[in-house]
């Protein structure tokens, strides 16, 4: 990903939660989203992000299709000293992101940026490789089981529009490349 797929980047972001979050958050939060104000957002968040994080787009036809995003894992009980400064050399790494233009879902476009951000992750050296997904998100839920994540047991929430959205851990030993 670079500078200027920032905004592709939004749109199939944006995109993406109004479709899969339909009905798990709530509707007037999911209309509200912003293409434009995400973008603002990232643009910021861009120029600062850790080495350690990698931002993959798919495209076709030269138009962004799809955006991943895989870095150091973020919860303390699975990266000891995570937020501390300096910090430990993490030894799991997240799938921080994953999202496909909605009407390409099911067409490749996820499995090959997971196959990316997996090999991306490898090469930072984690061992394993964690992501939160949606609790009701039966889609998301079967792809990443189809890619070799079990849940783990952590379940946490988060306000959304006034709403608590629950999510569960997943997580998937990496094994060296053959």
Same mark, same amino acid.
């Given at each position: 990903m670079t500078e200027a797929d920032i905004e592709a980047v939004s749109a199939v972001r944006v995109r993406g939660w109004q479709t899969a979050y339909r009905g798990l958050m709530p509707q007037a939060y999911l209309d509200a989203m912003s293409v434009a104000a995400d973008a603002? *957002?990232? *643009? #910021?968040?861009?120029? $600062?992000r850790s080495p350690e994080v990698s931002d993959l787009v798919a495209e076709r036809d030269g138009e962004v299709v799809g955006w991943a995003c895989v870095g150091p894992a973020r919860d303390p009980d699975i990266a000891p000293g995570a937020g501390e400064l300096p910090a430990p050399e993490?030894?799991? &790494?997240?799938? %921080?992101? %994953? +999202? =496909?233009?909605?009407?390409?879902?099911?067409?490749?476009?996820? *499995?090959?940026?997971?196959?990316a951000g997996t090999a991306r992750a490898r090469a930072h050296g984690f061992h394993t490789l964690y992501l939160w997904v949606v609790r009701g998100n039966t889609r998301a839920q079967r792809f990443y089981e189809r890619a070799g994540f079990v849940?783990?047991?952590? /379940? /946490?929430? +988060?306000? =959304?529009? &006034?709403? #608590? =959205?629950?999510?569960?851990? +997943?997580? $998937?030993? %990496?094994?060296p490349e053959p």
């Open positions: 603002e *957002r990232r *643009r #910021s968040w861009f120029g $600062r993490p030894a799991a &790494g997240e799938l %921080l992101a %994953l +999202y =496909v233009a909605p009407g390409l879902i099911g067409t490749g476009i996820g *499995r090959a940026l997971m196959a849940p783990d047991g952590a /379940e /946490e929430a +988060y306000e =959304v529009g &006034g709403s #608590s =959205v629950p999510e569960l851990r +997943y997580r $998937r030993p %990496l094994t």
